[in-house]
């Protein structure tokens, strides 16, 4: 007979007699020769009972060669040069946890001193295996810093906690699947033509879905419309992003138009806080409304737009939602209401391994979100999450977030080590 030290919610294995707030031990029988294994062959999990987080640190790096893109009004046009940070949680035993902050249109540097400032202080020295707690600890300090900030702490701890448990995330929180279907998801383009094109091509590539950032011209929107559904056919899935653009008139005529061209849903068409109107427009639509990406406040603040029949799904990604354990809350919310939490892209490489992550947790999300172009959305990783010739991309099967970030490309870049 031996004792296995099990963290709360840390192992697969029920917990019994509780000895402190995080640790807890459980008679298991072994047998064989699984008995007589040393205790440095065992896994990572079974020997840090006791860990502590040691240090945070972000170390910010260069992203050159940018293309010029936009995505609206909301985002203006961008390119050039931004920054990521590498966020790196360190723990005495040796794991490190990380994560990206920033993205190609707003650079790590703006959330990232925020992040050490009023973050850091918050889970130094703190076992990181505590999520639930770190999760509320830092949602009380949202006002020094930003959802972002949060997010990035959050996915770090959460590779930390794959890390010592020998799991890719998706397992920690209860695999549902190992693979989900694609859609691509434009850029504002130069031409109904041009949209058209983009759309054919990427059904040709054998993807499932395309997108649309329209130039929230509301006439223009439409013609885009008609020539994506004519260039695809009608059994082709299609989306319209409204990009917060319209008023409601203007709404409603592109809602009822592409209601008539049979697409998939209506995604934020009017400003991320009018509740009150996207009441009145869903009462007018039959198109199911996706809305809920920016809407203000954090986790709680979803309760009225379901309870006020505001939007047929929740919407969110790590970075805008304050991180994995916040975007697994909403997709349980959200199932509680028969509902899907649709996940958005997540701004940078290692944000979209950890939305796929919880896509493959839960059921109820049908797409994974690739963001066009390429070259403004995949950086700092050795391999990107690649859509296959089915339109399918695939669960990460490495420990914690499981990809592999390219270090060496972070050091040659590296401008600065915030700590």
Same mark, same amino acid.
């Given at each position: 007979?031996?004792h296995?030290?099990l963290?709360?919610?840390?192992?697969?294995?029920p917990?019994?007699?509780?000895?402190?707030p995080?640790?807890?031990?459980?008679?298991?029988?072994?047998?064989g020769?699984?008995?007589?294994?040393?205790?440095?062959d065992?896994?990572v999990?079974?020997?840090?009972?006791?860990?502590?987080i040691?240090?945070?640190?972000?170390?910010?790096?260069?992203?050159?060669?940018?293309p010029?893109?936009?995505y609206?009004?909301?985002?203006?046009?961008?390119?050039?040069?931004?920054?990521?940070g590498?966020?790196?949680?360190?723990?005495?035993?040796?794991?490190?946890?990380?994560?990206?902050?920033?993205?190609a249109?707003?650079g790590?540097?703006?959330?990232?001193?925020?992040l050490?400032e009023?973050?850091?202080?918050?889970?130094?020295g703190?076992?990181?295996?505590?999520?639930?707690?770190?999760?509320r600890?830092?949602?009380?300090?949202?006002?020094a810093?930003?959802?972002?900030?949060?997010?990035?702490?959050?996915?770090?701890?959460?590779?930390?906690?794959?890390?010592?448990?020998?799991?890719?995330?998706?397992?920690?929180l209860? &695999?549902?699947?190992?693979?989900v279907?694609?859609y691509?998801s434009?850029?504002?383009l130069?031409?109904?033509p041009?949209?058209?094109?983009e759309?054919?091509? /990427?059904?040709?590539?054998?993807w499932?879905?395309?997108?649309i950032h329209?130039?929230?011209?509301?006439?223009?929107?439409?013609?885009?419309?008609?020539?994506?559904?004519?260039?695809?056919?009608?059994?082709?899935t299609?989306?319209?992003?409204?990009?917060w653009?319209?008023?409601?008139?203007?709404?409603l005529?592109?809602?009822?138009?592409?209601?008539?061209?049979?697409?998939?849903?209506?995604?934020?068409?009017? &400003?991320?806080?009018?509740?009150?109107?996207y009441?009145?427009?869903?009462?007018?639509?039959?198109i199911?409304?996706?809305?809920?990406?920016?809407?203000?406040?954090? /986790?709680?603040?979803?309760?009225?737009?379901?309870?006020?029949?505001?939007?047929?799904?929740?919407?969110g990604?790590?970075?805008?939602k304050?991180?994995?354990t916040?975007?697994?809350?909403?997709a349980?919310?959200?199932?509680? /209401?028969?509902?899907?939490?649709?996940?958005?892209?997540?701004?940078?490489?290692?944000?979209?391994?950890?939305?796929?992550?919880?896509?493959?947790?839960?059921?109820?999300?049908? /797409?994974?979100?690739?963001?066009?172009p390429a070259?403004?959305?995949?950086?700092?990783?050795v391999?990107?999450?690649?859509?296959d010739?089915n339109?399918l991309?695939? &669960?990460?099967?490495?420990?914690?977030?499981?990809?592999a970030?390219?270090?060496?490309l972070?050091?040659?870049?590296?401008?600065?080590?915030?700590r």
């Open positions: 007979m031996l296995a030290a963290l709360g919610g840390r192992v697969g294995f917990v019994a007699r509780p000895l402190t995080s640790v807890a031990v459980l008679p298991i029988e072994l047998v020769s699984r008995a007589e294994v040393s205790p440095e065992r896994p999990w079974s020997r840090c009972v006791h860990m502590k040691t240090d945070v640190d972000l170390t910010l790096f260069a992203w050159e060669g940018i010029p893109t936009t609206g009004k909301h985002t203006g046009k961008f390119g050039g040069r931004s920054h990521l590498l966020l790196t949680i360190t723990t005495d035993d040796g794991i490190r946890g990380h994560a990206f902050l920033g993205s249109m707003r790590a540097h703006l959330d990232g001193e925020s050490i009023a973050l850091k202080p918050v889970v130094l703190q076992d990181p295996l505590d999520r639930e707690r770190h999760y600890a830092m949602w009380q300090r949202n006002r810093t930003t959802l972002r900030a949060i997010g990035a702490v959050d996915v770090a701890l959460w590779d930390i906690a794959g890390k010592v448990a020998g799991q890719p995330i998706h397992r920690l209860g &695999a549902y699947r190992e693979s279907p694609a691509a434009s850029a504002v130069p031409s109904a041009a949209y058209a094109e759309a054919a091509k /990427f059904k040709s590539q054998g499932l879905a395309y997108k329209p130039p929230t011209d509301p006439q223009l929107d439409i013609e885009v419309c008609r020539a994506v559904r004519k260039a695809v056919g009608d059994g082709f299609l989306m319209l992003d409204g990009s653009a319209y008023q409601y008139p203007e709404a005529r592109v809602g009822k138009a592409i209601e008539e061209l049979g697409y998939h849903w209506y995604e934020d068409p009017l &400003a991320d806080d009018d509740l009150y109107t009441v009145k427009l869903k009462q007018q639509l039959h199911p409304i996706l809305a809920t990406e920016y809407s203000p406040g954090g /986790f709680t603040a979803f309760a009225p737009w379901i309870t006020a029949h505001a939007t047929d799904f929740l919407r990604d790590v970075a805008v304050a991180g994995i916040s975007l697994v809350k909403t349980h919310l959200a199932e509680a /209401f028969h509902m899907n939490l649709e996940v958005h892209h997540g701004g940078n490489s290692l944000n979209n391994v950890a939305n796929l992550h919880v896509i493959m947790a839960i059921k109820n999300c049908e /797409f994974f979100e690739v963001l066009l070259g403004a959305q995949k950086y700092g990783l391999e990107d999450i690649e859509v010739s339109g991309v695939h &669960a990460m099967g490495e420990p914690g977030l499981g990809a970030i390219d270090f060496d972070i050091e040659r870049r590296k401008t600065a080590v915030l």
